[in-house]
């Protein structure tokens, strides 16, 4: 960990002209990815900035019919909101399948979306990694990938996104609120927020240096069946091999986005339009251009059995 | 106190304090943070600076250069230890690899430097600085190429590598029923909940480690051995230890860095190896591949086993020895085991809980359950059909001490409900998941290790135990003082046990199983002759005193102890040496393992739902904390079967899943209620005790009953550990079609 700096931010306008003022500055929430990375030095920032007490721990109604959640609401709190629970149930079941009850008493949700891989190669510093070194190589991919992602994936980099939630935000077309340097504020749906490797790994997001998080909002409830249904190695407190959050709705009508297979929370029209025809043709959507590595490769079978999972339990339900 | 012959009726047999369920006397500290673990002896070194390790970048090879200058001139530097500075030093003979590297390189994550500074965030920092210019090797990783350069290695502990009796390939040839299959485990990790750490102290030229470790008098030797100073001159203290596993059988780097790290810098310092060093820095189980061959009759009954294992090692280390058991377990007239060591540049492999046996019954009892089947036998029934009451290699001059195992099958069958399982496999469905259930027999040696302790008593009647033994989380504290105040009539709570100290007489460490029987043998020994000295000075015959609630009595006369040991309170020392009972009489653990694992039919997660288990240990002593040991060893043949592997990089030469959010362990979810029975069995000629090991025995087979309850589960027998979703998928899951 270098030294760094440390602050309160007074207000939001503060914090973010805060993070303009001093380079390599980073907002703080929970900390629980970002101490991490400090201590191995893969964050270095020179300068924290506390954006715990400005008032974002909020979740309150929209205009629109929705929900706007505070960018600092705790995911606990997040998950056991009635309404959450009641209009976006897949949400709760998300956040609850993540991590464990202690981490997510401290993750937010602004730090949820955008904590880091969790590539084993990103995390030794001795190892080459594109997105931790741009340029350094990709250890992973002729290495142990078994975690890693499948779609979306580039020839530098083939690191998944490690969220839970933000696979239900995806499902659920929320949108990231920010207020960038100098104060303006700008809005960007969830498809767009997270960012493809492509040939700059290191960029892992929308945001610009300095923009912080303020809020995420859910438009109007969809109705619907909602399930999330996370397949990992033991029974809790492992990251997501494979997820998949799903709405089904009327006349095999359904939704989908899904986790642990892509550098973002992934959704696809496709698989969206094959909902009728069951998990194989919506796997096969779903998975469209797949680039897998011998490690990694089971996920594509796992993805359309645990889709054939959510069907016949729906079926067993009807 | 000599115990070469087999034990009488003695004061243990009370069984007024020793056997019962006894609340860890220890629990308290434990529970409200007071128990001083190494690295938090800030009561004894106040000022202790902060070392962090720097380790190897690369597997193989060596230093060309270290740059240091950067670092010392970084904030809060006090100074930096490496090979080029820190003299020369010795290598205990239970390393393999240094424990200070340079400028050869043995293995990825090797210390080659300590950086000390006045905080840990300032030495973590400025060990980033250390520049070193490598000239890499070619290292061997692989253990499925090198094994086919494996060599026979040495006797390990006076056994050696490889058995062989009658003629096996005659007897296999000829056999009705055959099989012969090859079984993987990979590496794995200690992953004990409190790193290795050290607080180093240097008064004149004598040196005071704080540390954690399981054997202390080894560990003093090793250090003396090392250092290249007289074993008088270092003092280790390990009073409470957060669990070891085996990982703190031996010195490692953080003792030796922070004794040349407190000499350089003339104050004390403490040395935590962190938590993603560990796996390549320190010791783990090594990955075996083993083949099993079983010859039986069409009735079951085995006629010629052979049990052959590849492991590999760094140059000069040992081989896990899987299949150790086999020697032991079953019946059949020919007989080979074999162990070939390959040559590994992988950090070093050592014992982790049941060395040999933990990964030797993953794949034996899954050969039985094949034989099983192949019978058309129920997997119980093999067993006892297989069991044999002497060493099987050696004869019947050879007998077991005591060996129980075919009463563990039955009581532990019949308490698990084990007649109500479908022996056709993939039969059985609830919900969405297939329901499966297996079983397996547990098997672990019973060594016994000569033992001393020291017993006083006030001039109150307070009782205190001194010993090096060591609490490494097992209840040893407890089962001590439920020894001494058996054999001299008090209650538990009058005795005080001090452990960990090698000012204290040397005892057996924990380690193999071997701690709480000969440990508390060795109390015993000292009580006794307390006992001997407490009636001369009552002035009764030695076989007319009594010893009860406090008193020495004879007749209708008493006298207290603490008046008898008067103001200046009296001390005894004492030890057990074992004979050669344990050559005369084969002796281990038995104990048999039932499992019920759901299997989800679209996703092949594995879900346990029920495990149980009967096991003969000899007297249980605390039938608490044997039970709180079985119910961890089961839990960690659990992770063994669905999820606990280092995932070596065959390329780098590294393990690559080195921290706790990786490398997986079970986790509550995954456990579920556990059932454990213990058979009733004293056996003499193992201690005066009459008991046994316990600690290890419940991983030895845990695996396996689950393993097997995969199989009943899918129909999909897997061989290679763990037992991952990839591998079912890839093997034929879903069996149910989507
Ligand atoms: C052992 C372990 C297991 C885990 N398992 C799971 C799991 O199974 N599923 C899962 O989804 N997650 C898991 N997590 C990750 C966990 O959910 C995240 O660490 C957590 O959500 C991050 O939130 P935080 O508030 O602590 O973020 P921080 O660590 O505080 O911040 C993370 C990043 O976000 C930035 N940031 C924070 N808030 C803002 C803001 N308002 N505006 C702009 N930037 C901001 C920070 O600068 C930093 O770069 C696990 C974590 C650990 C340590
Ligand atoms: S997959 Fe991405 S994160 Fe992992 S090593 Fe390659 S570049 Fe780094």
């Given at each position: 960990m270098k030294a760094f700096t440390y602050e309160r931010a007074r207000s939001v306008e503060a914090a973010v002209k805060a993070a303009a003022s001093v380079q390599s500055a980073r907002f703080i929430a929970g900390g629980t990815n970002l101490l991490d990375l400090m201590k191995l030095q893969i964050e270095t920032p020179a300068h924290l900035i506390d954006v715990n007490h400005l008032g974002l721990d909020k979740i309150e109604p929209t205009q629109e019919g929705g929900l706007r959640i505070g960018a600092l609401v705790r995911n606990t709190d997040l998950a056991a909101d009635q309404r959450v629970r009641r209009d976006y149930a897949v949400l709760s079941r998300a956040l609850v399948a993540g991590a464990s009850g202690q981490l997510r008493n401290k993750a937010t949700t602004g730090g949820n979306l955008l904590q880091r891989t969790r590539c084993p190669y990103f995390y030794d510093t001795r190892m080459p990694c594109n997105k931790r070194r741009p340029g350094s190589g990709c250890g992973a991919m002729q290495g142990?990938?078994?975690?890693?992602?499948?779609?979306?994936?580039s020839d530098a980099c083939i690191a998944q996104n490690p969220s839970d939630m933000a696979v239900a935000l995806r499902l659920l077309d929320a949108q990231v609120e920010t207020m960038a340097q100098g104060g303006a504020k700008r809005t960007i749906p969830l498809a767009d927020f997270h960012r493809l490797p492509g040939d700059t790994p290191q960029v892992d997001n929308a945001l610009q240096p300095g923009e912080m998080i303020l809020s995420v909002t859910l438009p109007k409830p969809i109705g619907g069946i909602h399930v999330y249904r996370k397949v990992r190695?033991?029974?809790?407190y492992a990251f997501a091999l494979v997820s998949v959050a799903a709405v089904f709705g009327q006349n095999g009508q359904a939704r989908f986005a899904f986790g642990g297979v892509a550098p973002k929370p992934w959704r696809t029209d496709g698989a969206d339009a094959a909902a009728s025809q069951g998990a194989k043709a919506v796997a096969e959507a779903a998975l469209a251009g797949a680039r897998t590595t011998p490690h990694n490769d089971f996920k594509k079978a796992l993805l359309r059995q645990t889709l054939a999972s959510l069907y016949r339990q729906q079926e067993a339900q009807a | 106190m000599k115990f070469d012959t087999p034990a009488g009726p003695?004061?243990?047999?009370?069984g007024r304090v020793v056997g019962i369920p006894h609340d860890r006397i220890d629990g308290a500290a434990k529970v409200t943070g007071t128990a001083p673990y190494a690295y938090e002896r800030h009561d004894v070194a106040p000022n202790a600076a902060y070392g962090w390790i720097v380790g190897s970048a690369i597997a193989k090879g060596q230093i060309r250069s270290m740059d240091l200058r950067t670092a010392e001139a970084?904030?809060?530097?006090?100074g930096i230890v490496t090979h080029a500075n820190a003299g020369a030093l010795g290598k205990g003979?239970?390393?393999?690899?240094?424990?200070l590297g340079g400028p050869a390189i043995q293995h990825y994550e090797q210390a080659l430097a300590l950086v000390i500074a006045d905080t840990l965030e300032n030495a973590r920092d400025a060990a980033k600085l250390v520049r070193i210019d490598y000239a890499p090797e070619q290292g061997r990783f692989d253990l499925k190429a090198e094994r086919l350069h494996g060599t026979m290695p040495p006797a390990s502990f006076g056994s050696p590598a490889d058995t062989r009796v009658g003629d096996f390939d005659g007897a296999f040839a000829r056999a009705a029923v055959k099989i012969d299959q090859s079984y993987s485990t990979p590496d794995h990790s200690h992953a004990m909940m409190e790193p290795h750490a050290t607080t180093a102290a240097w008064n004149g030229d004598k040196l005071t480690l704080w540390t954690a470790n399981q054997m202390i008098a080894w560990s003093v030797g090793e250090m003396a051995k090392t250092l290249g100073i007289p074993k008088e001159n270092i003092r280790l203290v390990a009073p409470y230890i957060g669990g070891g596993f085996g990982a703190k059988l031996f010195l490692r780097a953080d003792a030796l860095l922070a004794a040349l790290g407190a000499k350089q810098i003339g104050r004390p310092v403490k040395v935590a190896i962190a938590r993603p060093q560990i796996p390549n820095n320190t010791t783990h189980r090594p990955a075996t591949i083993q083949r099993i061959r079983l010859g039986a009759g069409k009735d079951g009954v085995i006629d010629a086993i052979a049990h052959e294992v590849w492991s590999g090692d760094l140059p000069g280390g040992g081989p896990?020895?899987?299949?150790?058991q086999t020697r032991l377990l079953y019946r059949g007239a020919n007989r080979i085991t074999a162990h070939r060591l390959a040559v590994l540049d992988l950090p070093e492999g050592n014992a982790m809980r049941a060395p040999g046996e933990a990964v030797g019954m993953l794949a034996l009892e899954v050969a039985m359950d094949e034989l099983a089947e192949a019978c058309g036998l129920d997997p119980v029934e093999l067993r006892i059909r297989n069991d044999v009451q002497f060493d099987p290699e050696a004869g019947p001059q050879r007998p077991f001490s005591s060996r129980k195992l075919v009463e563990c099958l039955r009581a532990g069958a019949q308490q698990f409900g084990w007649t109500k399982r479908n022996p056709k496999p993939g039969q059985v469905r609830d919900g969405r998941w297939l329901v499966g259930m297996g079983m397996a027999a547990a098997f672990r040696n019973n060594i016994t290790t000569d033992s001393g302790a020291r017993i006083g008593i006030d001039g109150q009647g307070r009782v205190t135990v001194e010993t090096d033994m060591t609490d490494i989380g097992t209840g040893t504290y407890t089962i001590m003082a439920q020894t001494a105040a058996e054999v001299l009539g008090v209650e538990v709570d009058a005795v005080t046990v001090r452990l960990g100290d090698s000012r204290f007489p040397a005892s057996a460490g924990s380690g193999g199983q071997w701690g709480a029987n000969s440990s508390t043998a060795g109390v015993y020994a000292a009580a006794m002759a307390m006992r001997a000295k407490l009636a001369d000075k009552a002035g009764y015959p030695i076989d007319d005193a009594r010893f009860e609630d406090g008193l020495v009595k004879m007749g209708n006369q008493s006298q207290p102890l603490g008046a008898l040991a008067g103001r200046d309170g009296l001390w005894v020392e004492d030890r057990i040496e074992f004979g050669d009972l344990a050559k005369r009489y084969a002796q281990a653990t038995f104990g048999a393992h039932f499992c019920e694992v759901g299997v989800d039919i679209d996703t092949a997660e594995v879900r346990i739902r029920r495990m149980g288990g009967a096991f003969a240990a000899g007297r249980i002593l605390n039938p608490k904390s044997a039970r709180n040991q079985v119910i961890g060893a089961m839990t960690m043949g659990a992770g063994a079967a669905l999820m606990e592997a280092l995932d070596v990089d065959t390329r780098f030469g590294f393990f690559v899943n080195h921290d706790m959010a990786e490398y997986l362990v079970p986790v509550h979810a995954d456990i579920p209620e556990q059932d454990v029975l213990f058979i009733e069995e004293l056996d003499d000629k193992s201690s005066p005790m009459k008991a046994k090991g316990v600690g290890e025995l419940g991983i030895c087979g845990a695996g396996a009953a689950v393993a097997n309850a995969v199989y009943n589960a899918t129909g999909i027998r897997l061989r290679d550990y763990p037992l991952t979703i990839d591998k079912l998928l890839h093997a034929g899951m879903p069996v149910v079609a989507a």
């Open positions: 142990m990938s078994r975690s890693l992602a499948i779609v979306g994936v190695d033991r029974a809790s | 003695n004061p243990i047999d009370r970084a904030p809060g530097v006090l003979q239970f390393n393999t690899a240094h424990l896990e020895t899987a299949a150790q």
